[in-house]
């Protein structure tokens, strides 16, 4: 048996899924995933829209940074430096700092969008976003992606996510990577009132809904053999609320 990161089982995961045919609009994640940028690397090399929320310490640039391709042509004394890498002075930032104190995110109102109805009123969450670029694995900036950050307005709660589309390409809109990053209640919701339907496949971590298109990765209810789930309290309809789109 060979060691294998969660992140490093996800992506198998995705591959399989892809290998049966399945098509999502976007994968989402929570930030054990999210942190991992070998991870994102993975999907972004696949093709694969994702949505992941990230850690305030995930780190990336507001700017693109000058990457050296090569060295000088007299090599100086010392160990040899690798290339491509980062000029001097361009450094990367976590993204809670970039909210903290960029001027992008600082003269950027908040705009508020309700998520979901609950039994204490509608969700509402604020959003900022800005064009970004990640750290990736090699620790050299991705090319342009999307830093959306959202704060509930009742709690304060505040969460980063990180795209590989940006508001604007064709198809992504705001709204659209806002329901993505939010929709990992209502994906873990269905799956657990419905796990052997058709309406779901699922694995041992991964799963999508073939309705909306939408996937999340992490500690998804495995799908079981029809009949031998046990009912869910929450599946009676009378209990159970299925929130609006963004």
């Known amino acids: 048996m060979v060691f294998r990161t969660k992140p490093e089982i996800a992506l198998a995961l995705v591959d399989r899924a892809r290998a049966n045919g399945v098509r999502v609009r976007a994968w989402t994640c929570d930030e054990l995933y ?65 909210l903290r104190y960029s001027p992008v995110f600082r003269r950027q109102a908040w ?17 900022k976003w800005a064009a970004f670029g990640r750290k990736a694995d090699d620790g ?22 990180v795209s590989n ?3 604007g390409d064709p198809g992504i809109s705001l709204r659209f990577l806002l329901r993505v990053a939010v929709s990992r209640w209502s994906v873990e919701k269905n799956q657990a009132d419905y ?20 996937a999340r990765a992490d500690r998804v209810v495995p799908a079981a053999p029809r009949g031998t789930h046990r009912r869910n309290r929450m599946s009676d309809p009378a209990r159970r609320s299925v929130p609006p789109r963004a």
Request: glycine content about 10%; proline content about 8%; aromatic content about 8%.
């Open 34 to 98: 999210g942190r991992s940028s070998a991870f994102l690397d993975g999907l972004d090399q696949r093709g694969q829209v994702f949505v992941a929320e990230v850690p305030t310490n995930f780190h990336g640039w507001m700017t693109k940074p000058r990457v050296l391709r090569k060295g000088p042509t007299r090599p100086r004394r010392g160990r040899p430096k690798t290339y491509p890498r980062l000029a001097a002075k361009a450094s990367s930032c976590e993204v809670g700092n970039l």
């Open 165 to 167: 589309r940006v508001p």
């Open 195 to 214: 796990p052997s339907s058709g309406r779901w496949v699922g694995t041992r971590r991964i799963g999508y809904h073939r309705r909306d298109g939408v």
């Open 140 to 161: 050299l900036p991705s090319r342009r992606q999307c830093l959306m950050v959202i704060r509930n307005v009742v709690t304060g709660d505040v969460k980063y996510f």
């Open 111 to 127: 705009r508020r969008y309700r998520v979901k109805d609950t039994t204490r009123g509608p969700e509402v969450w604020e959003v």
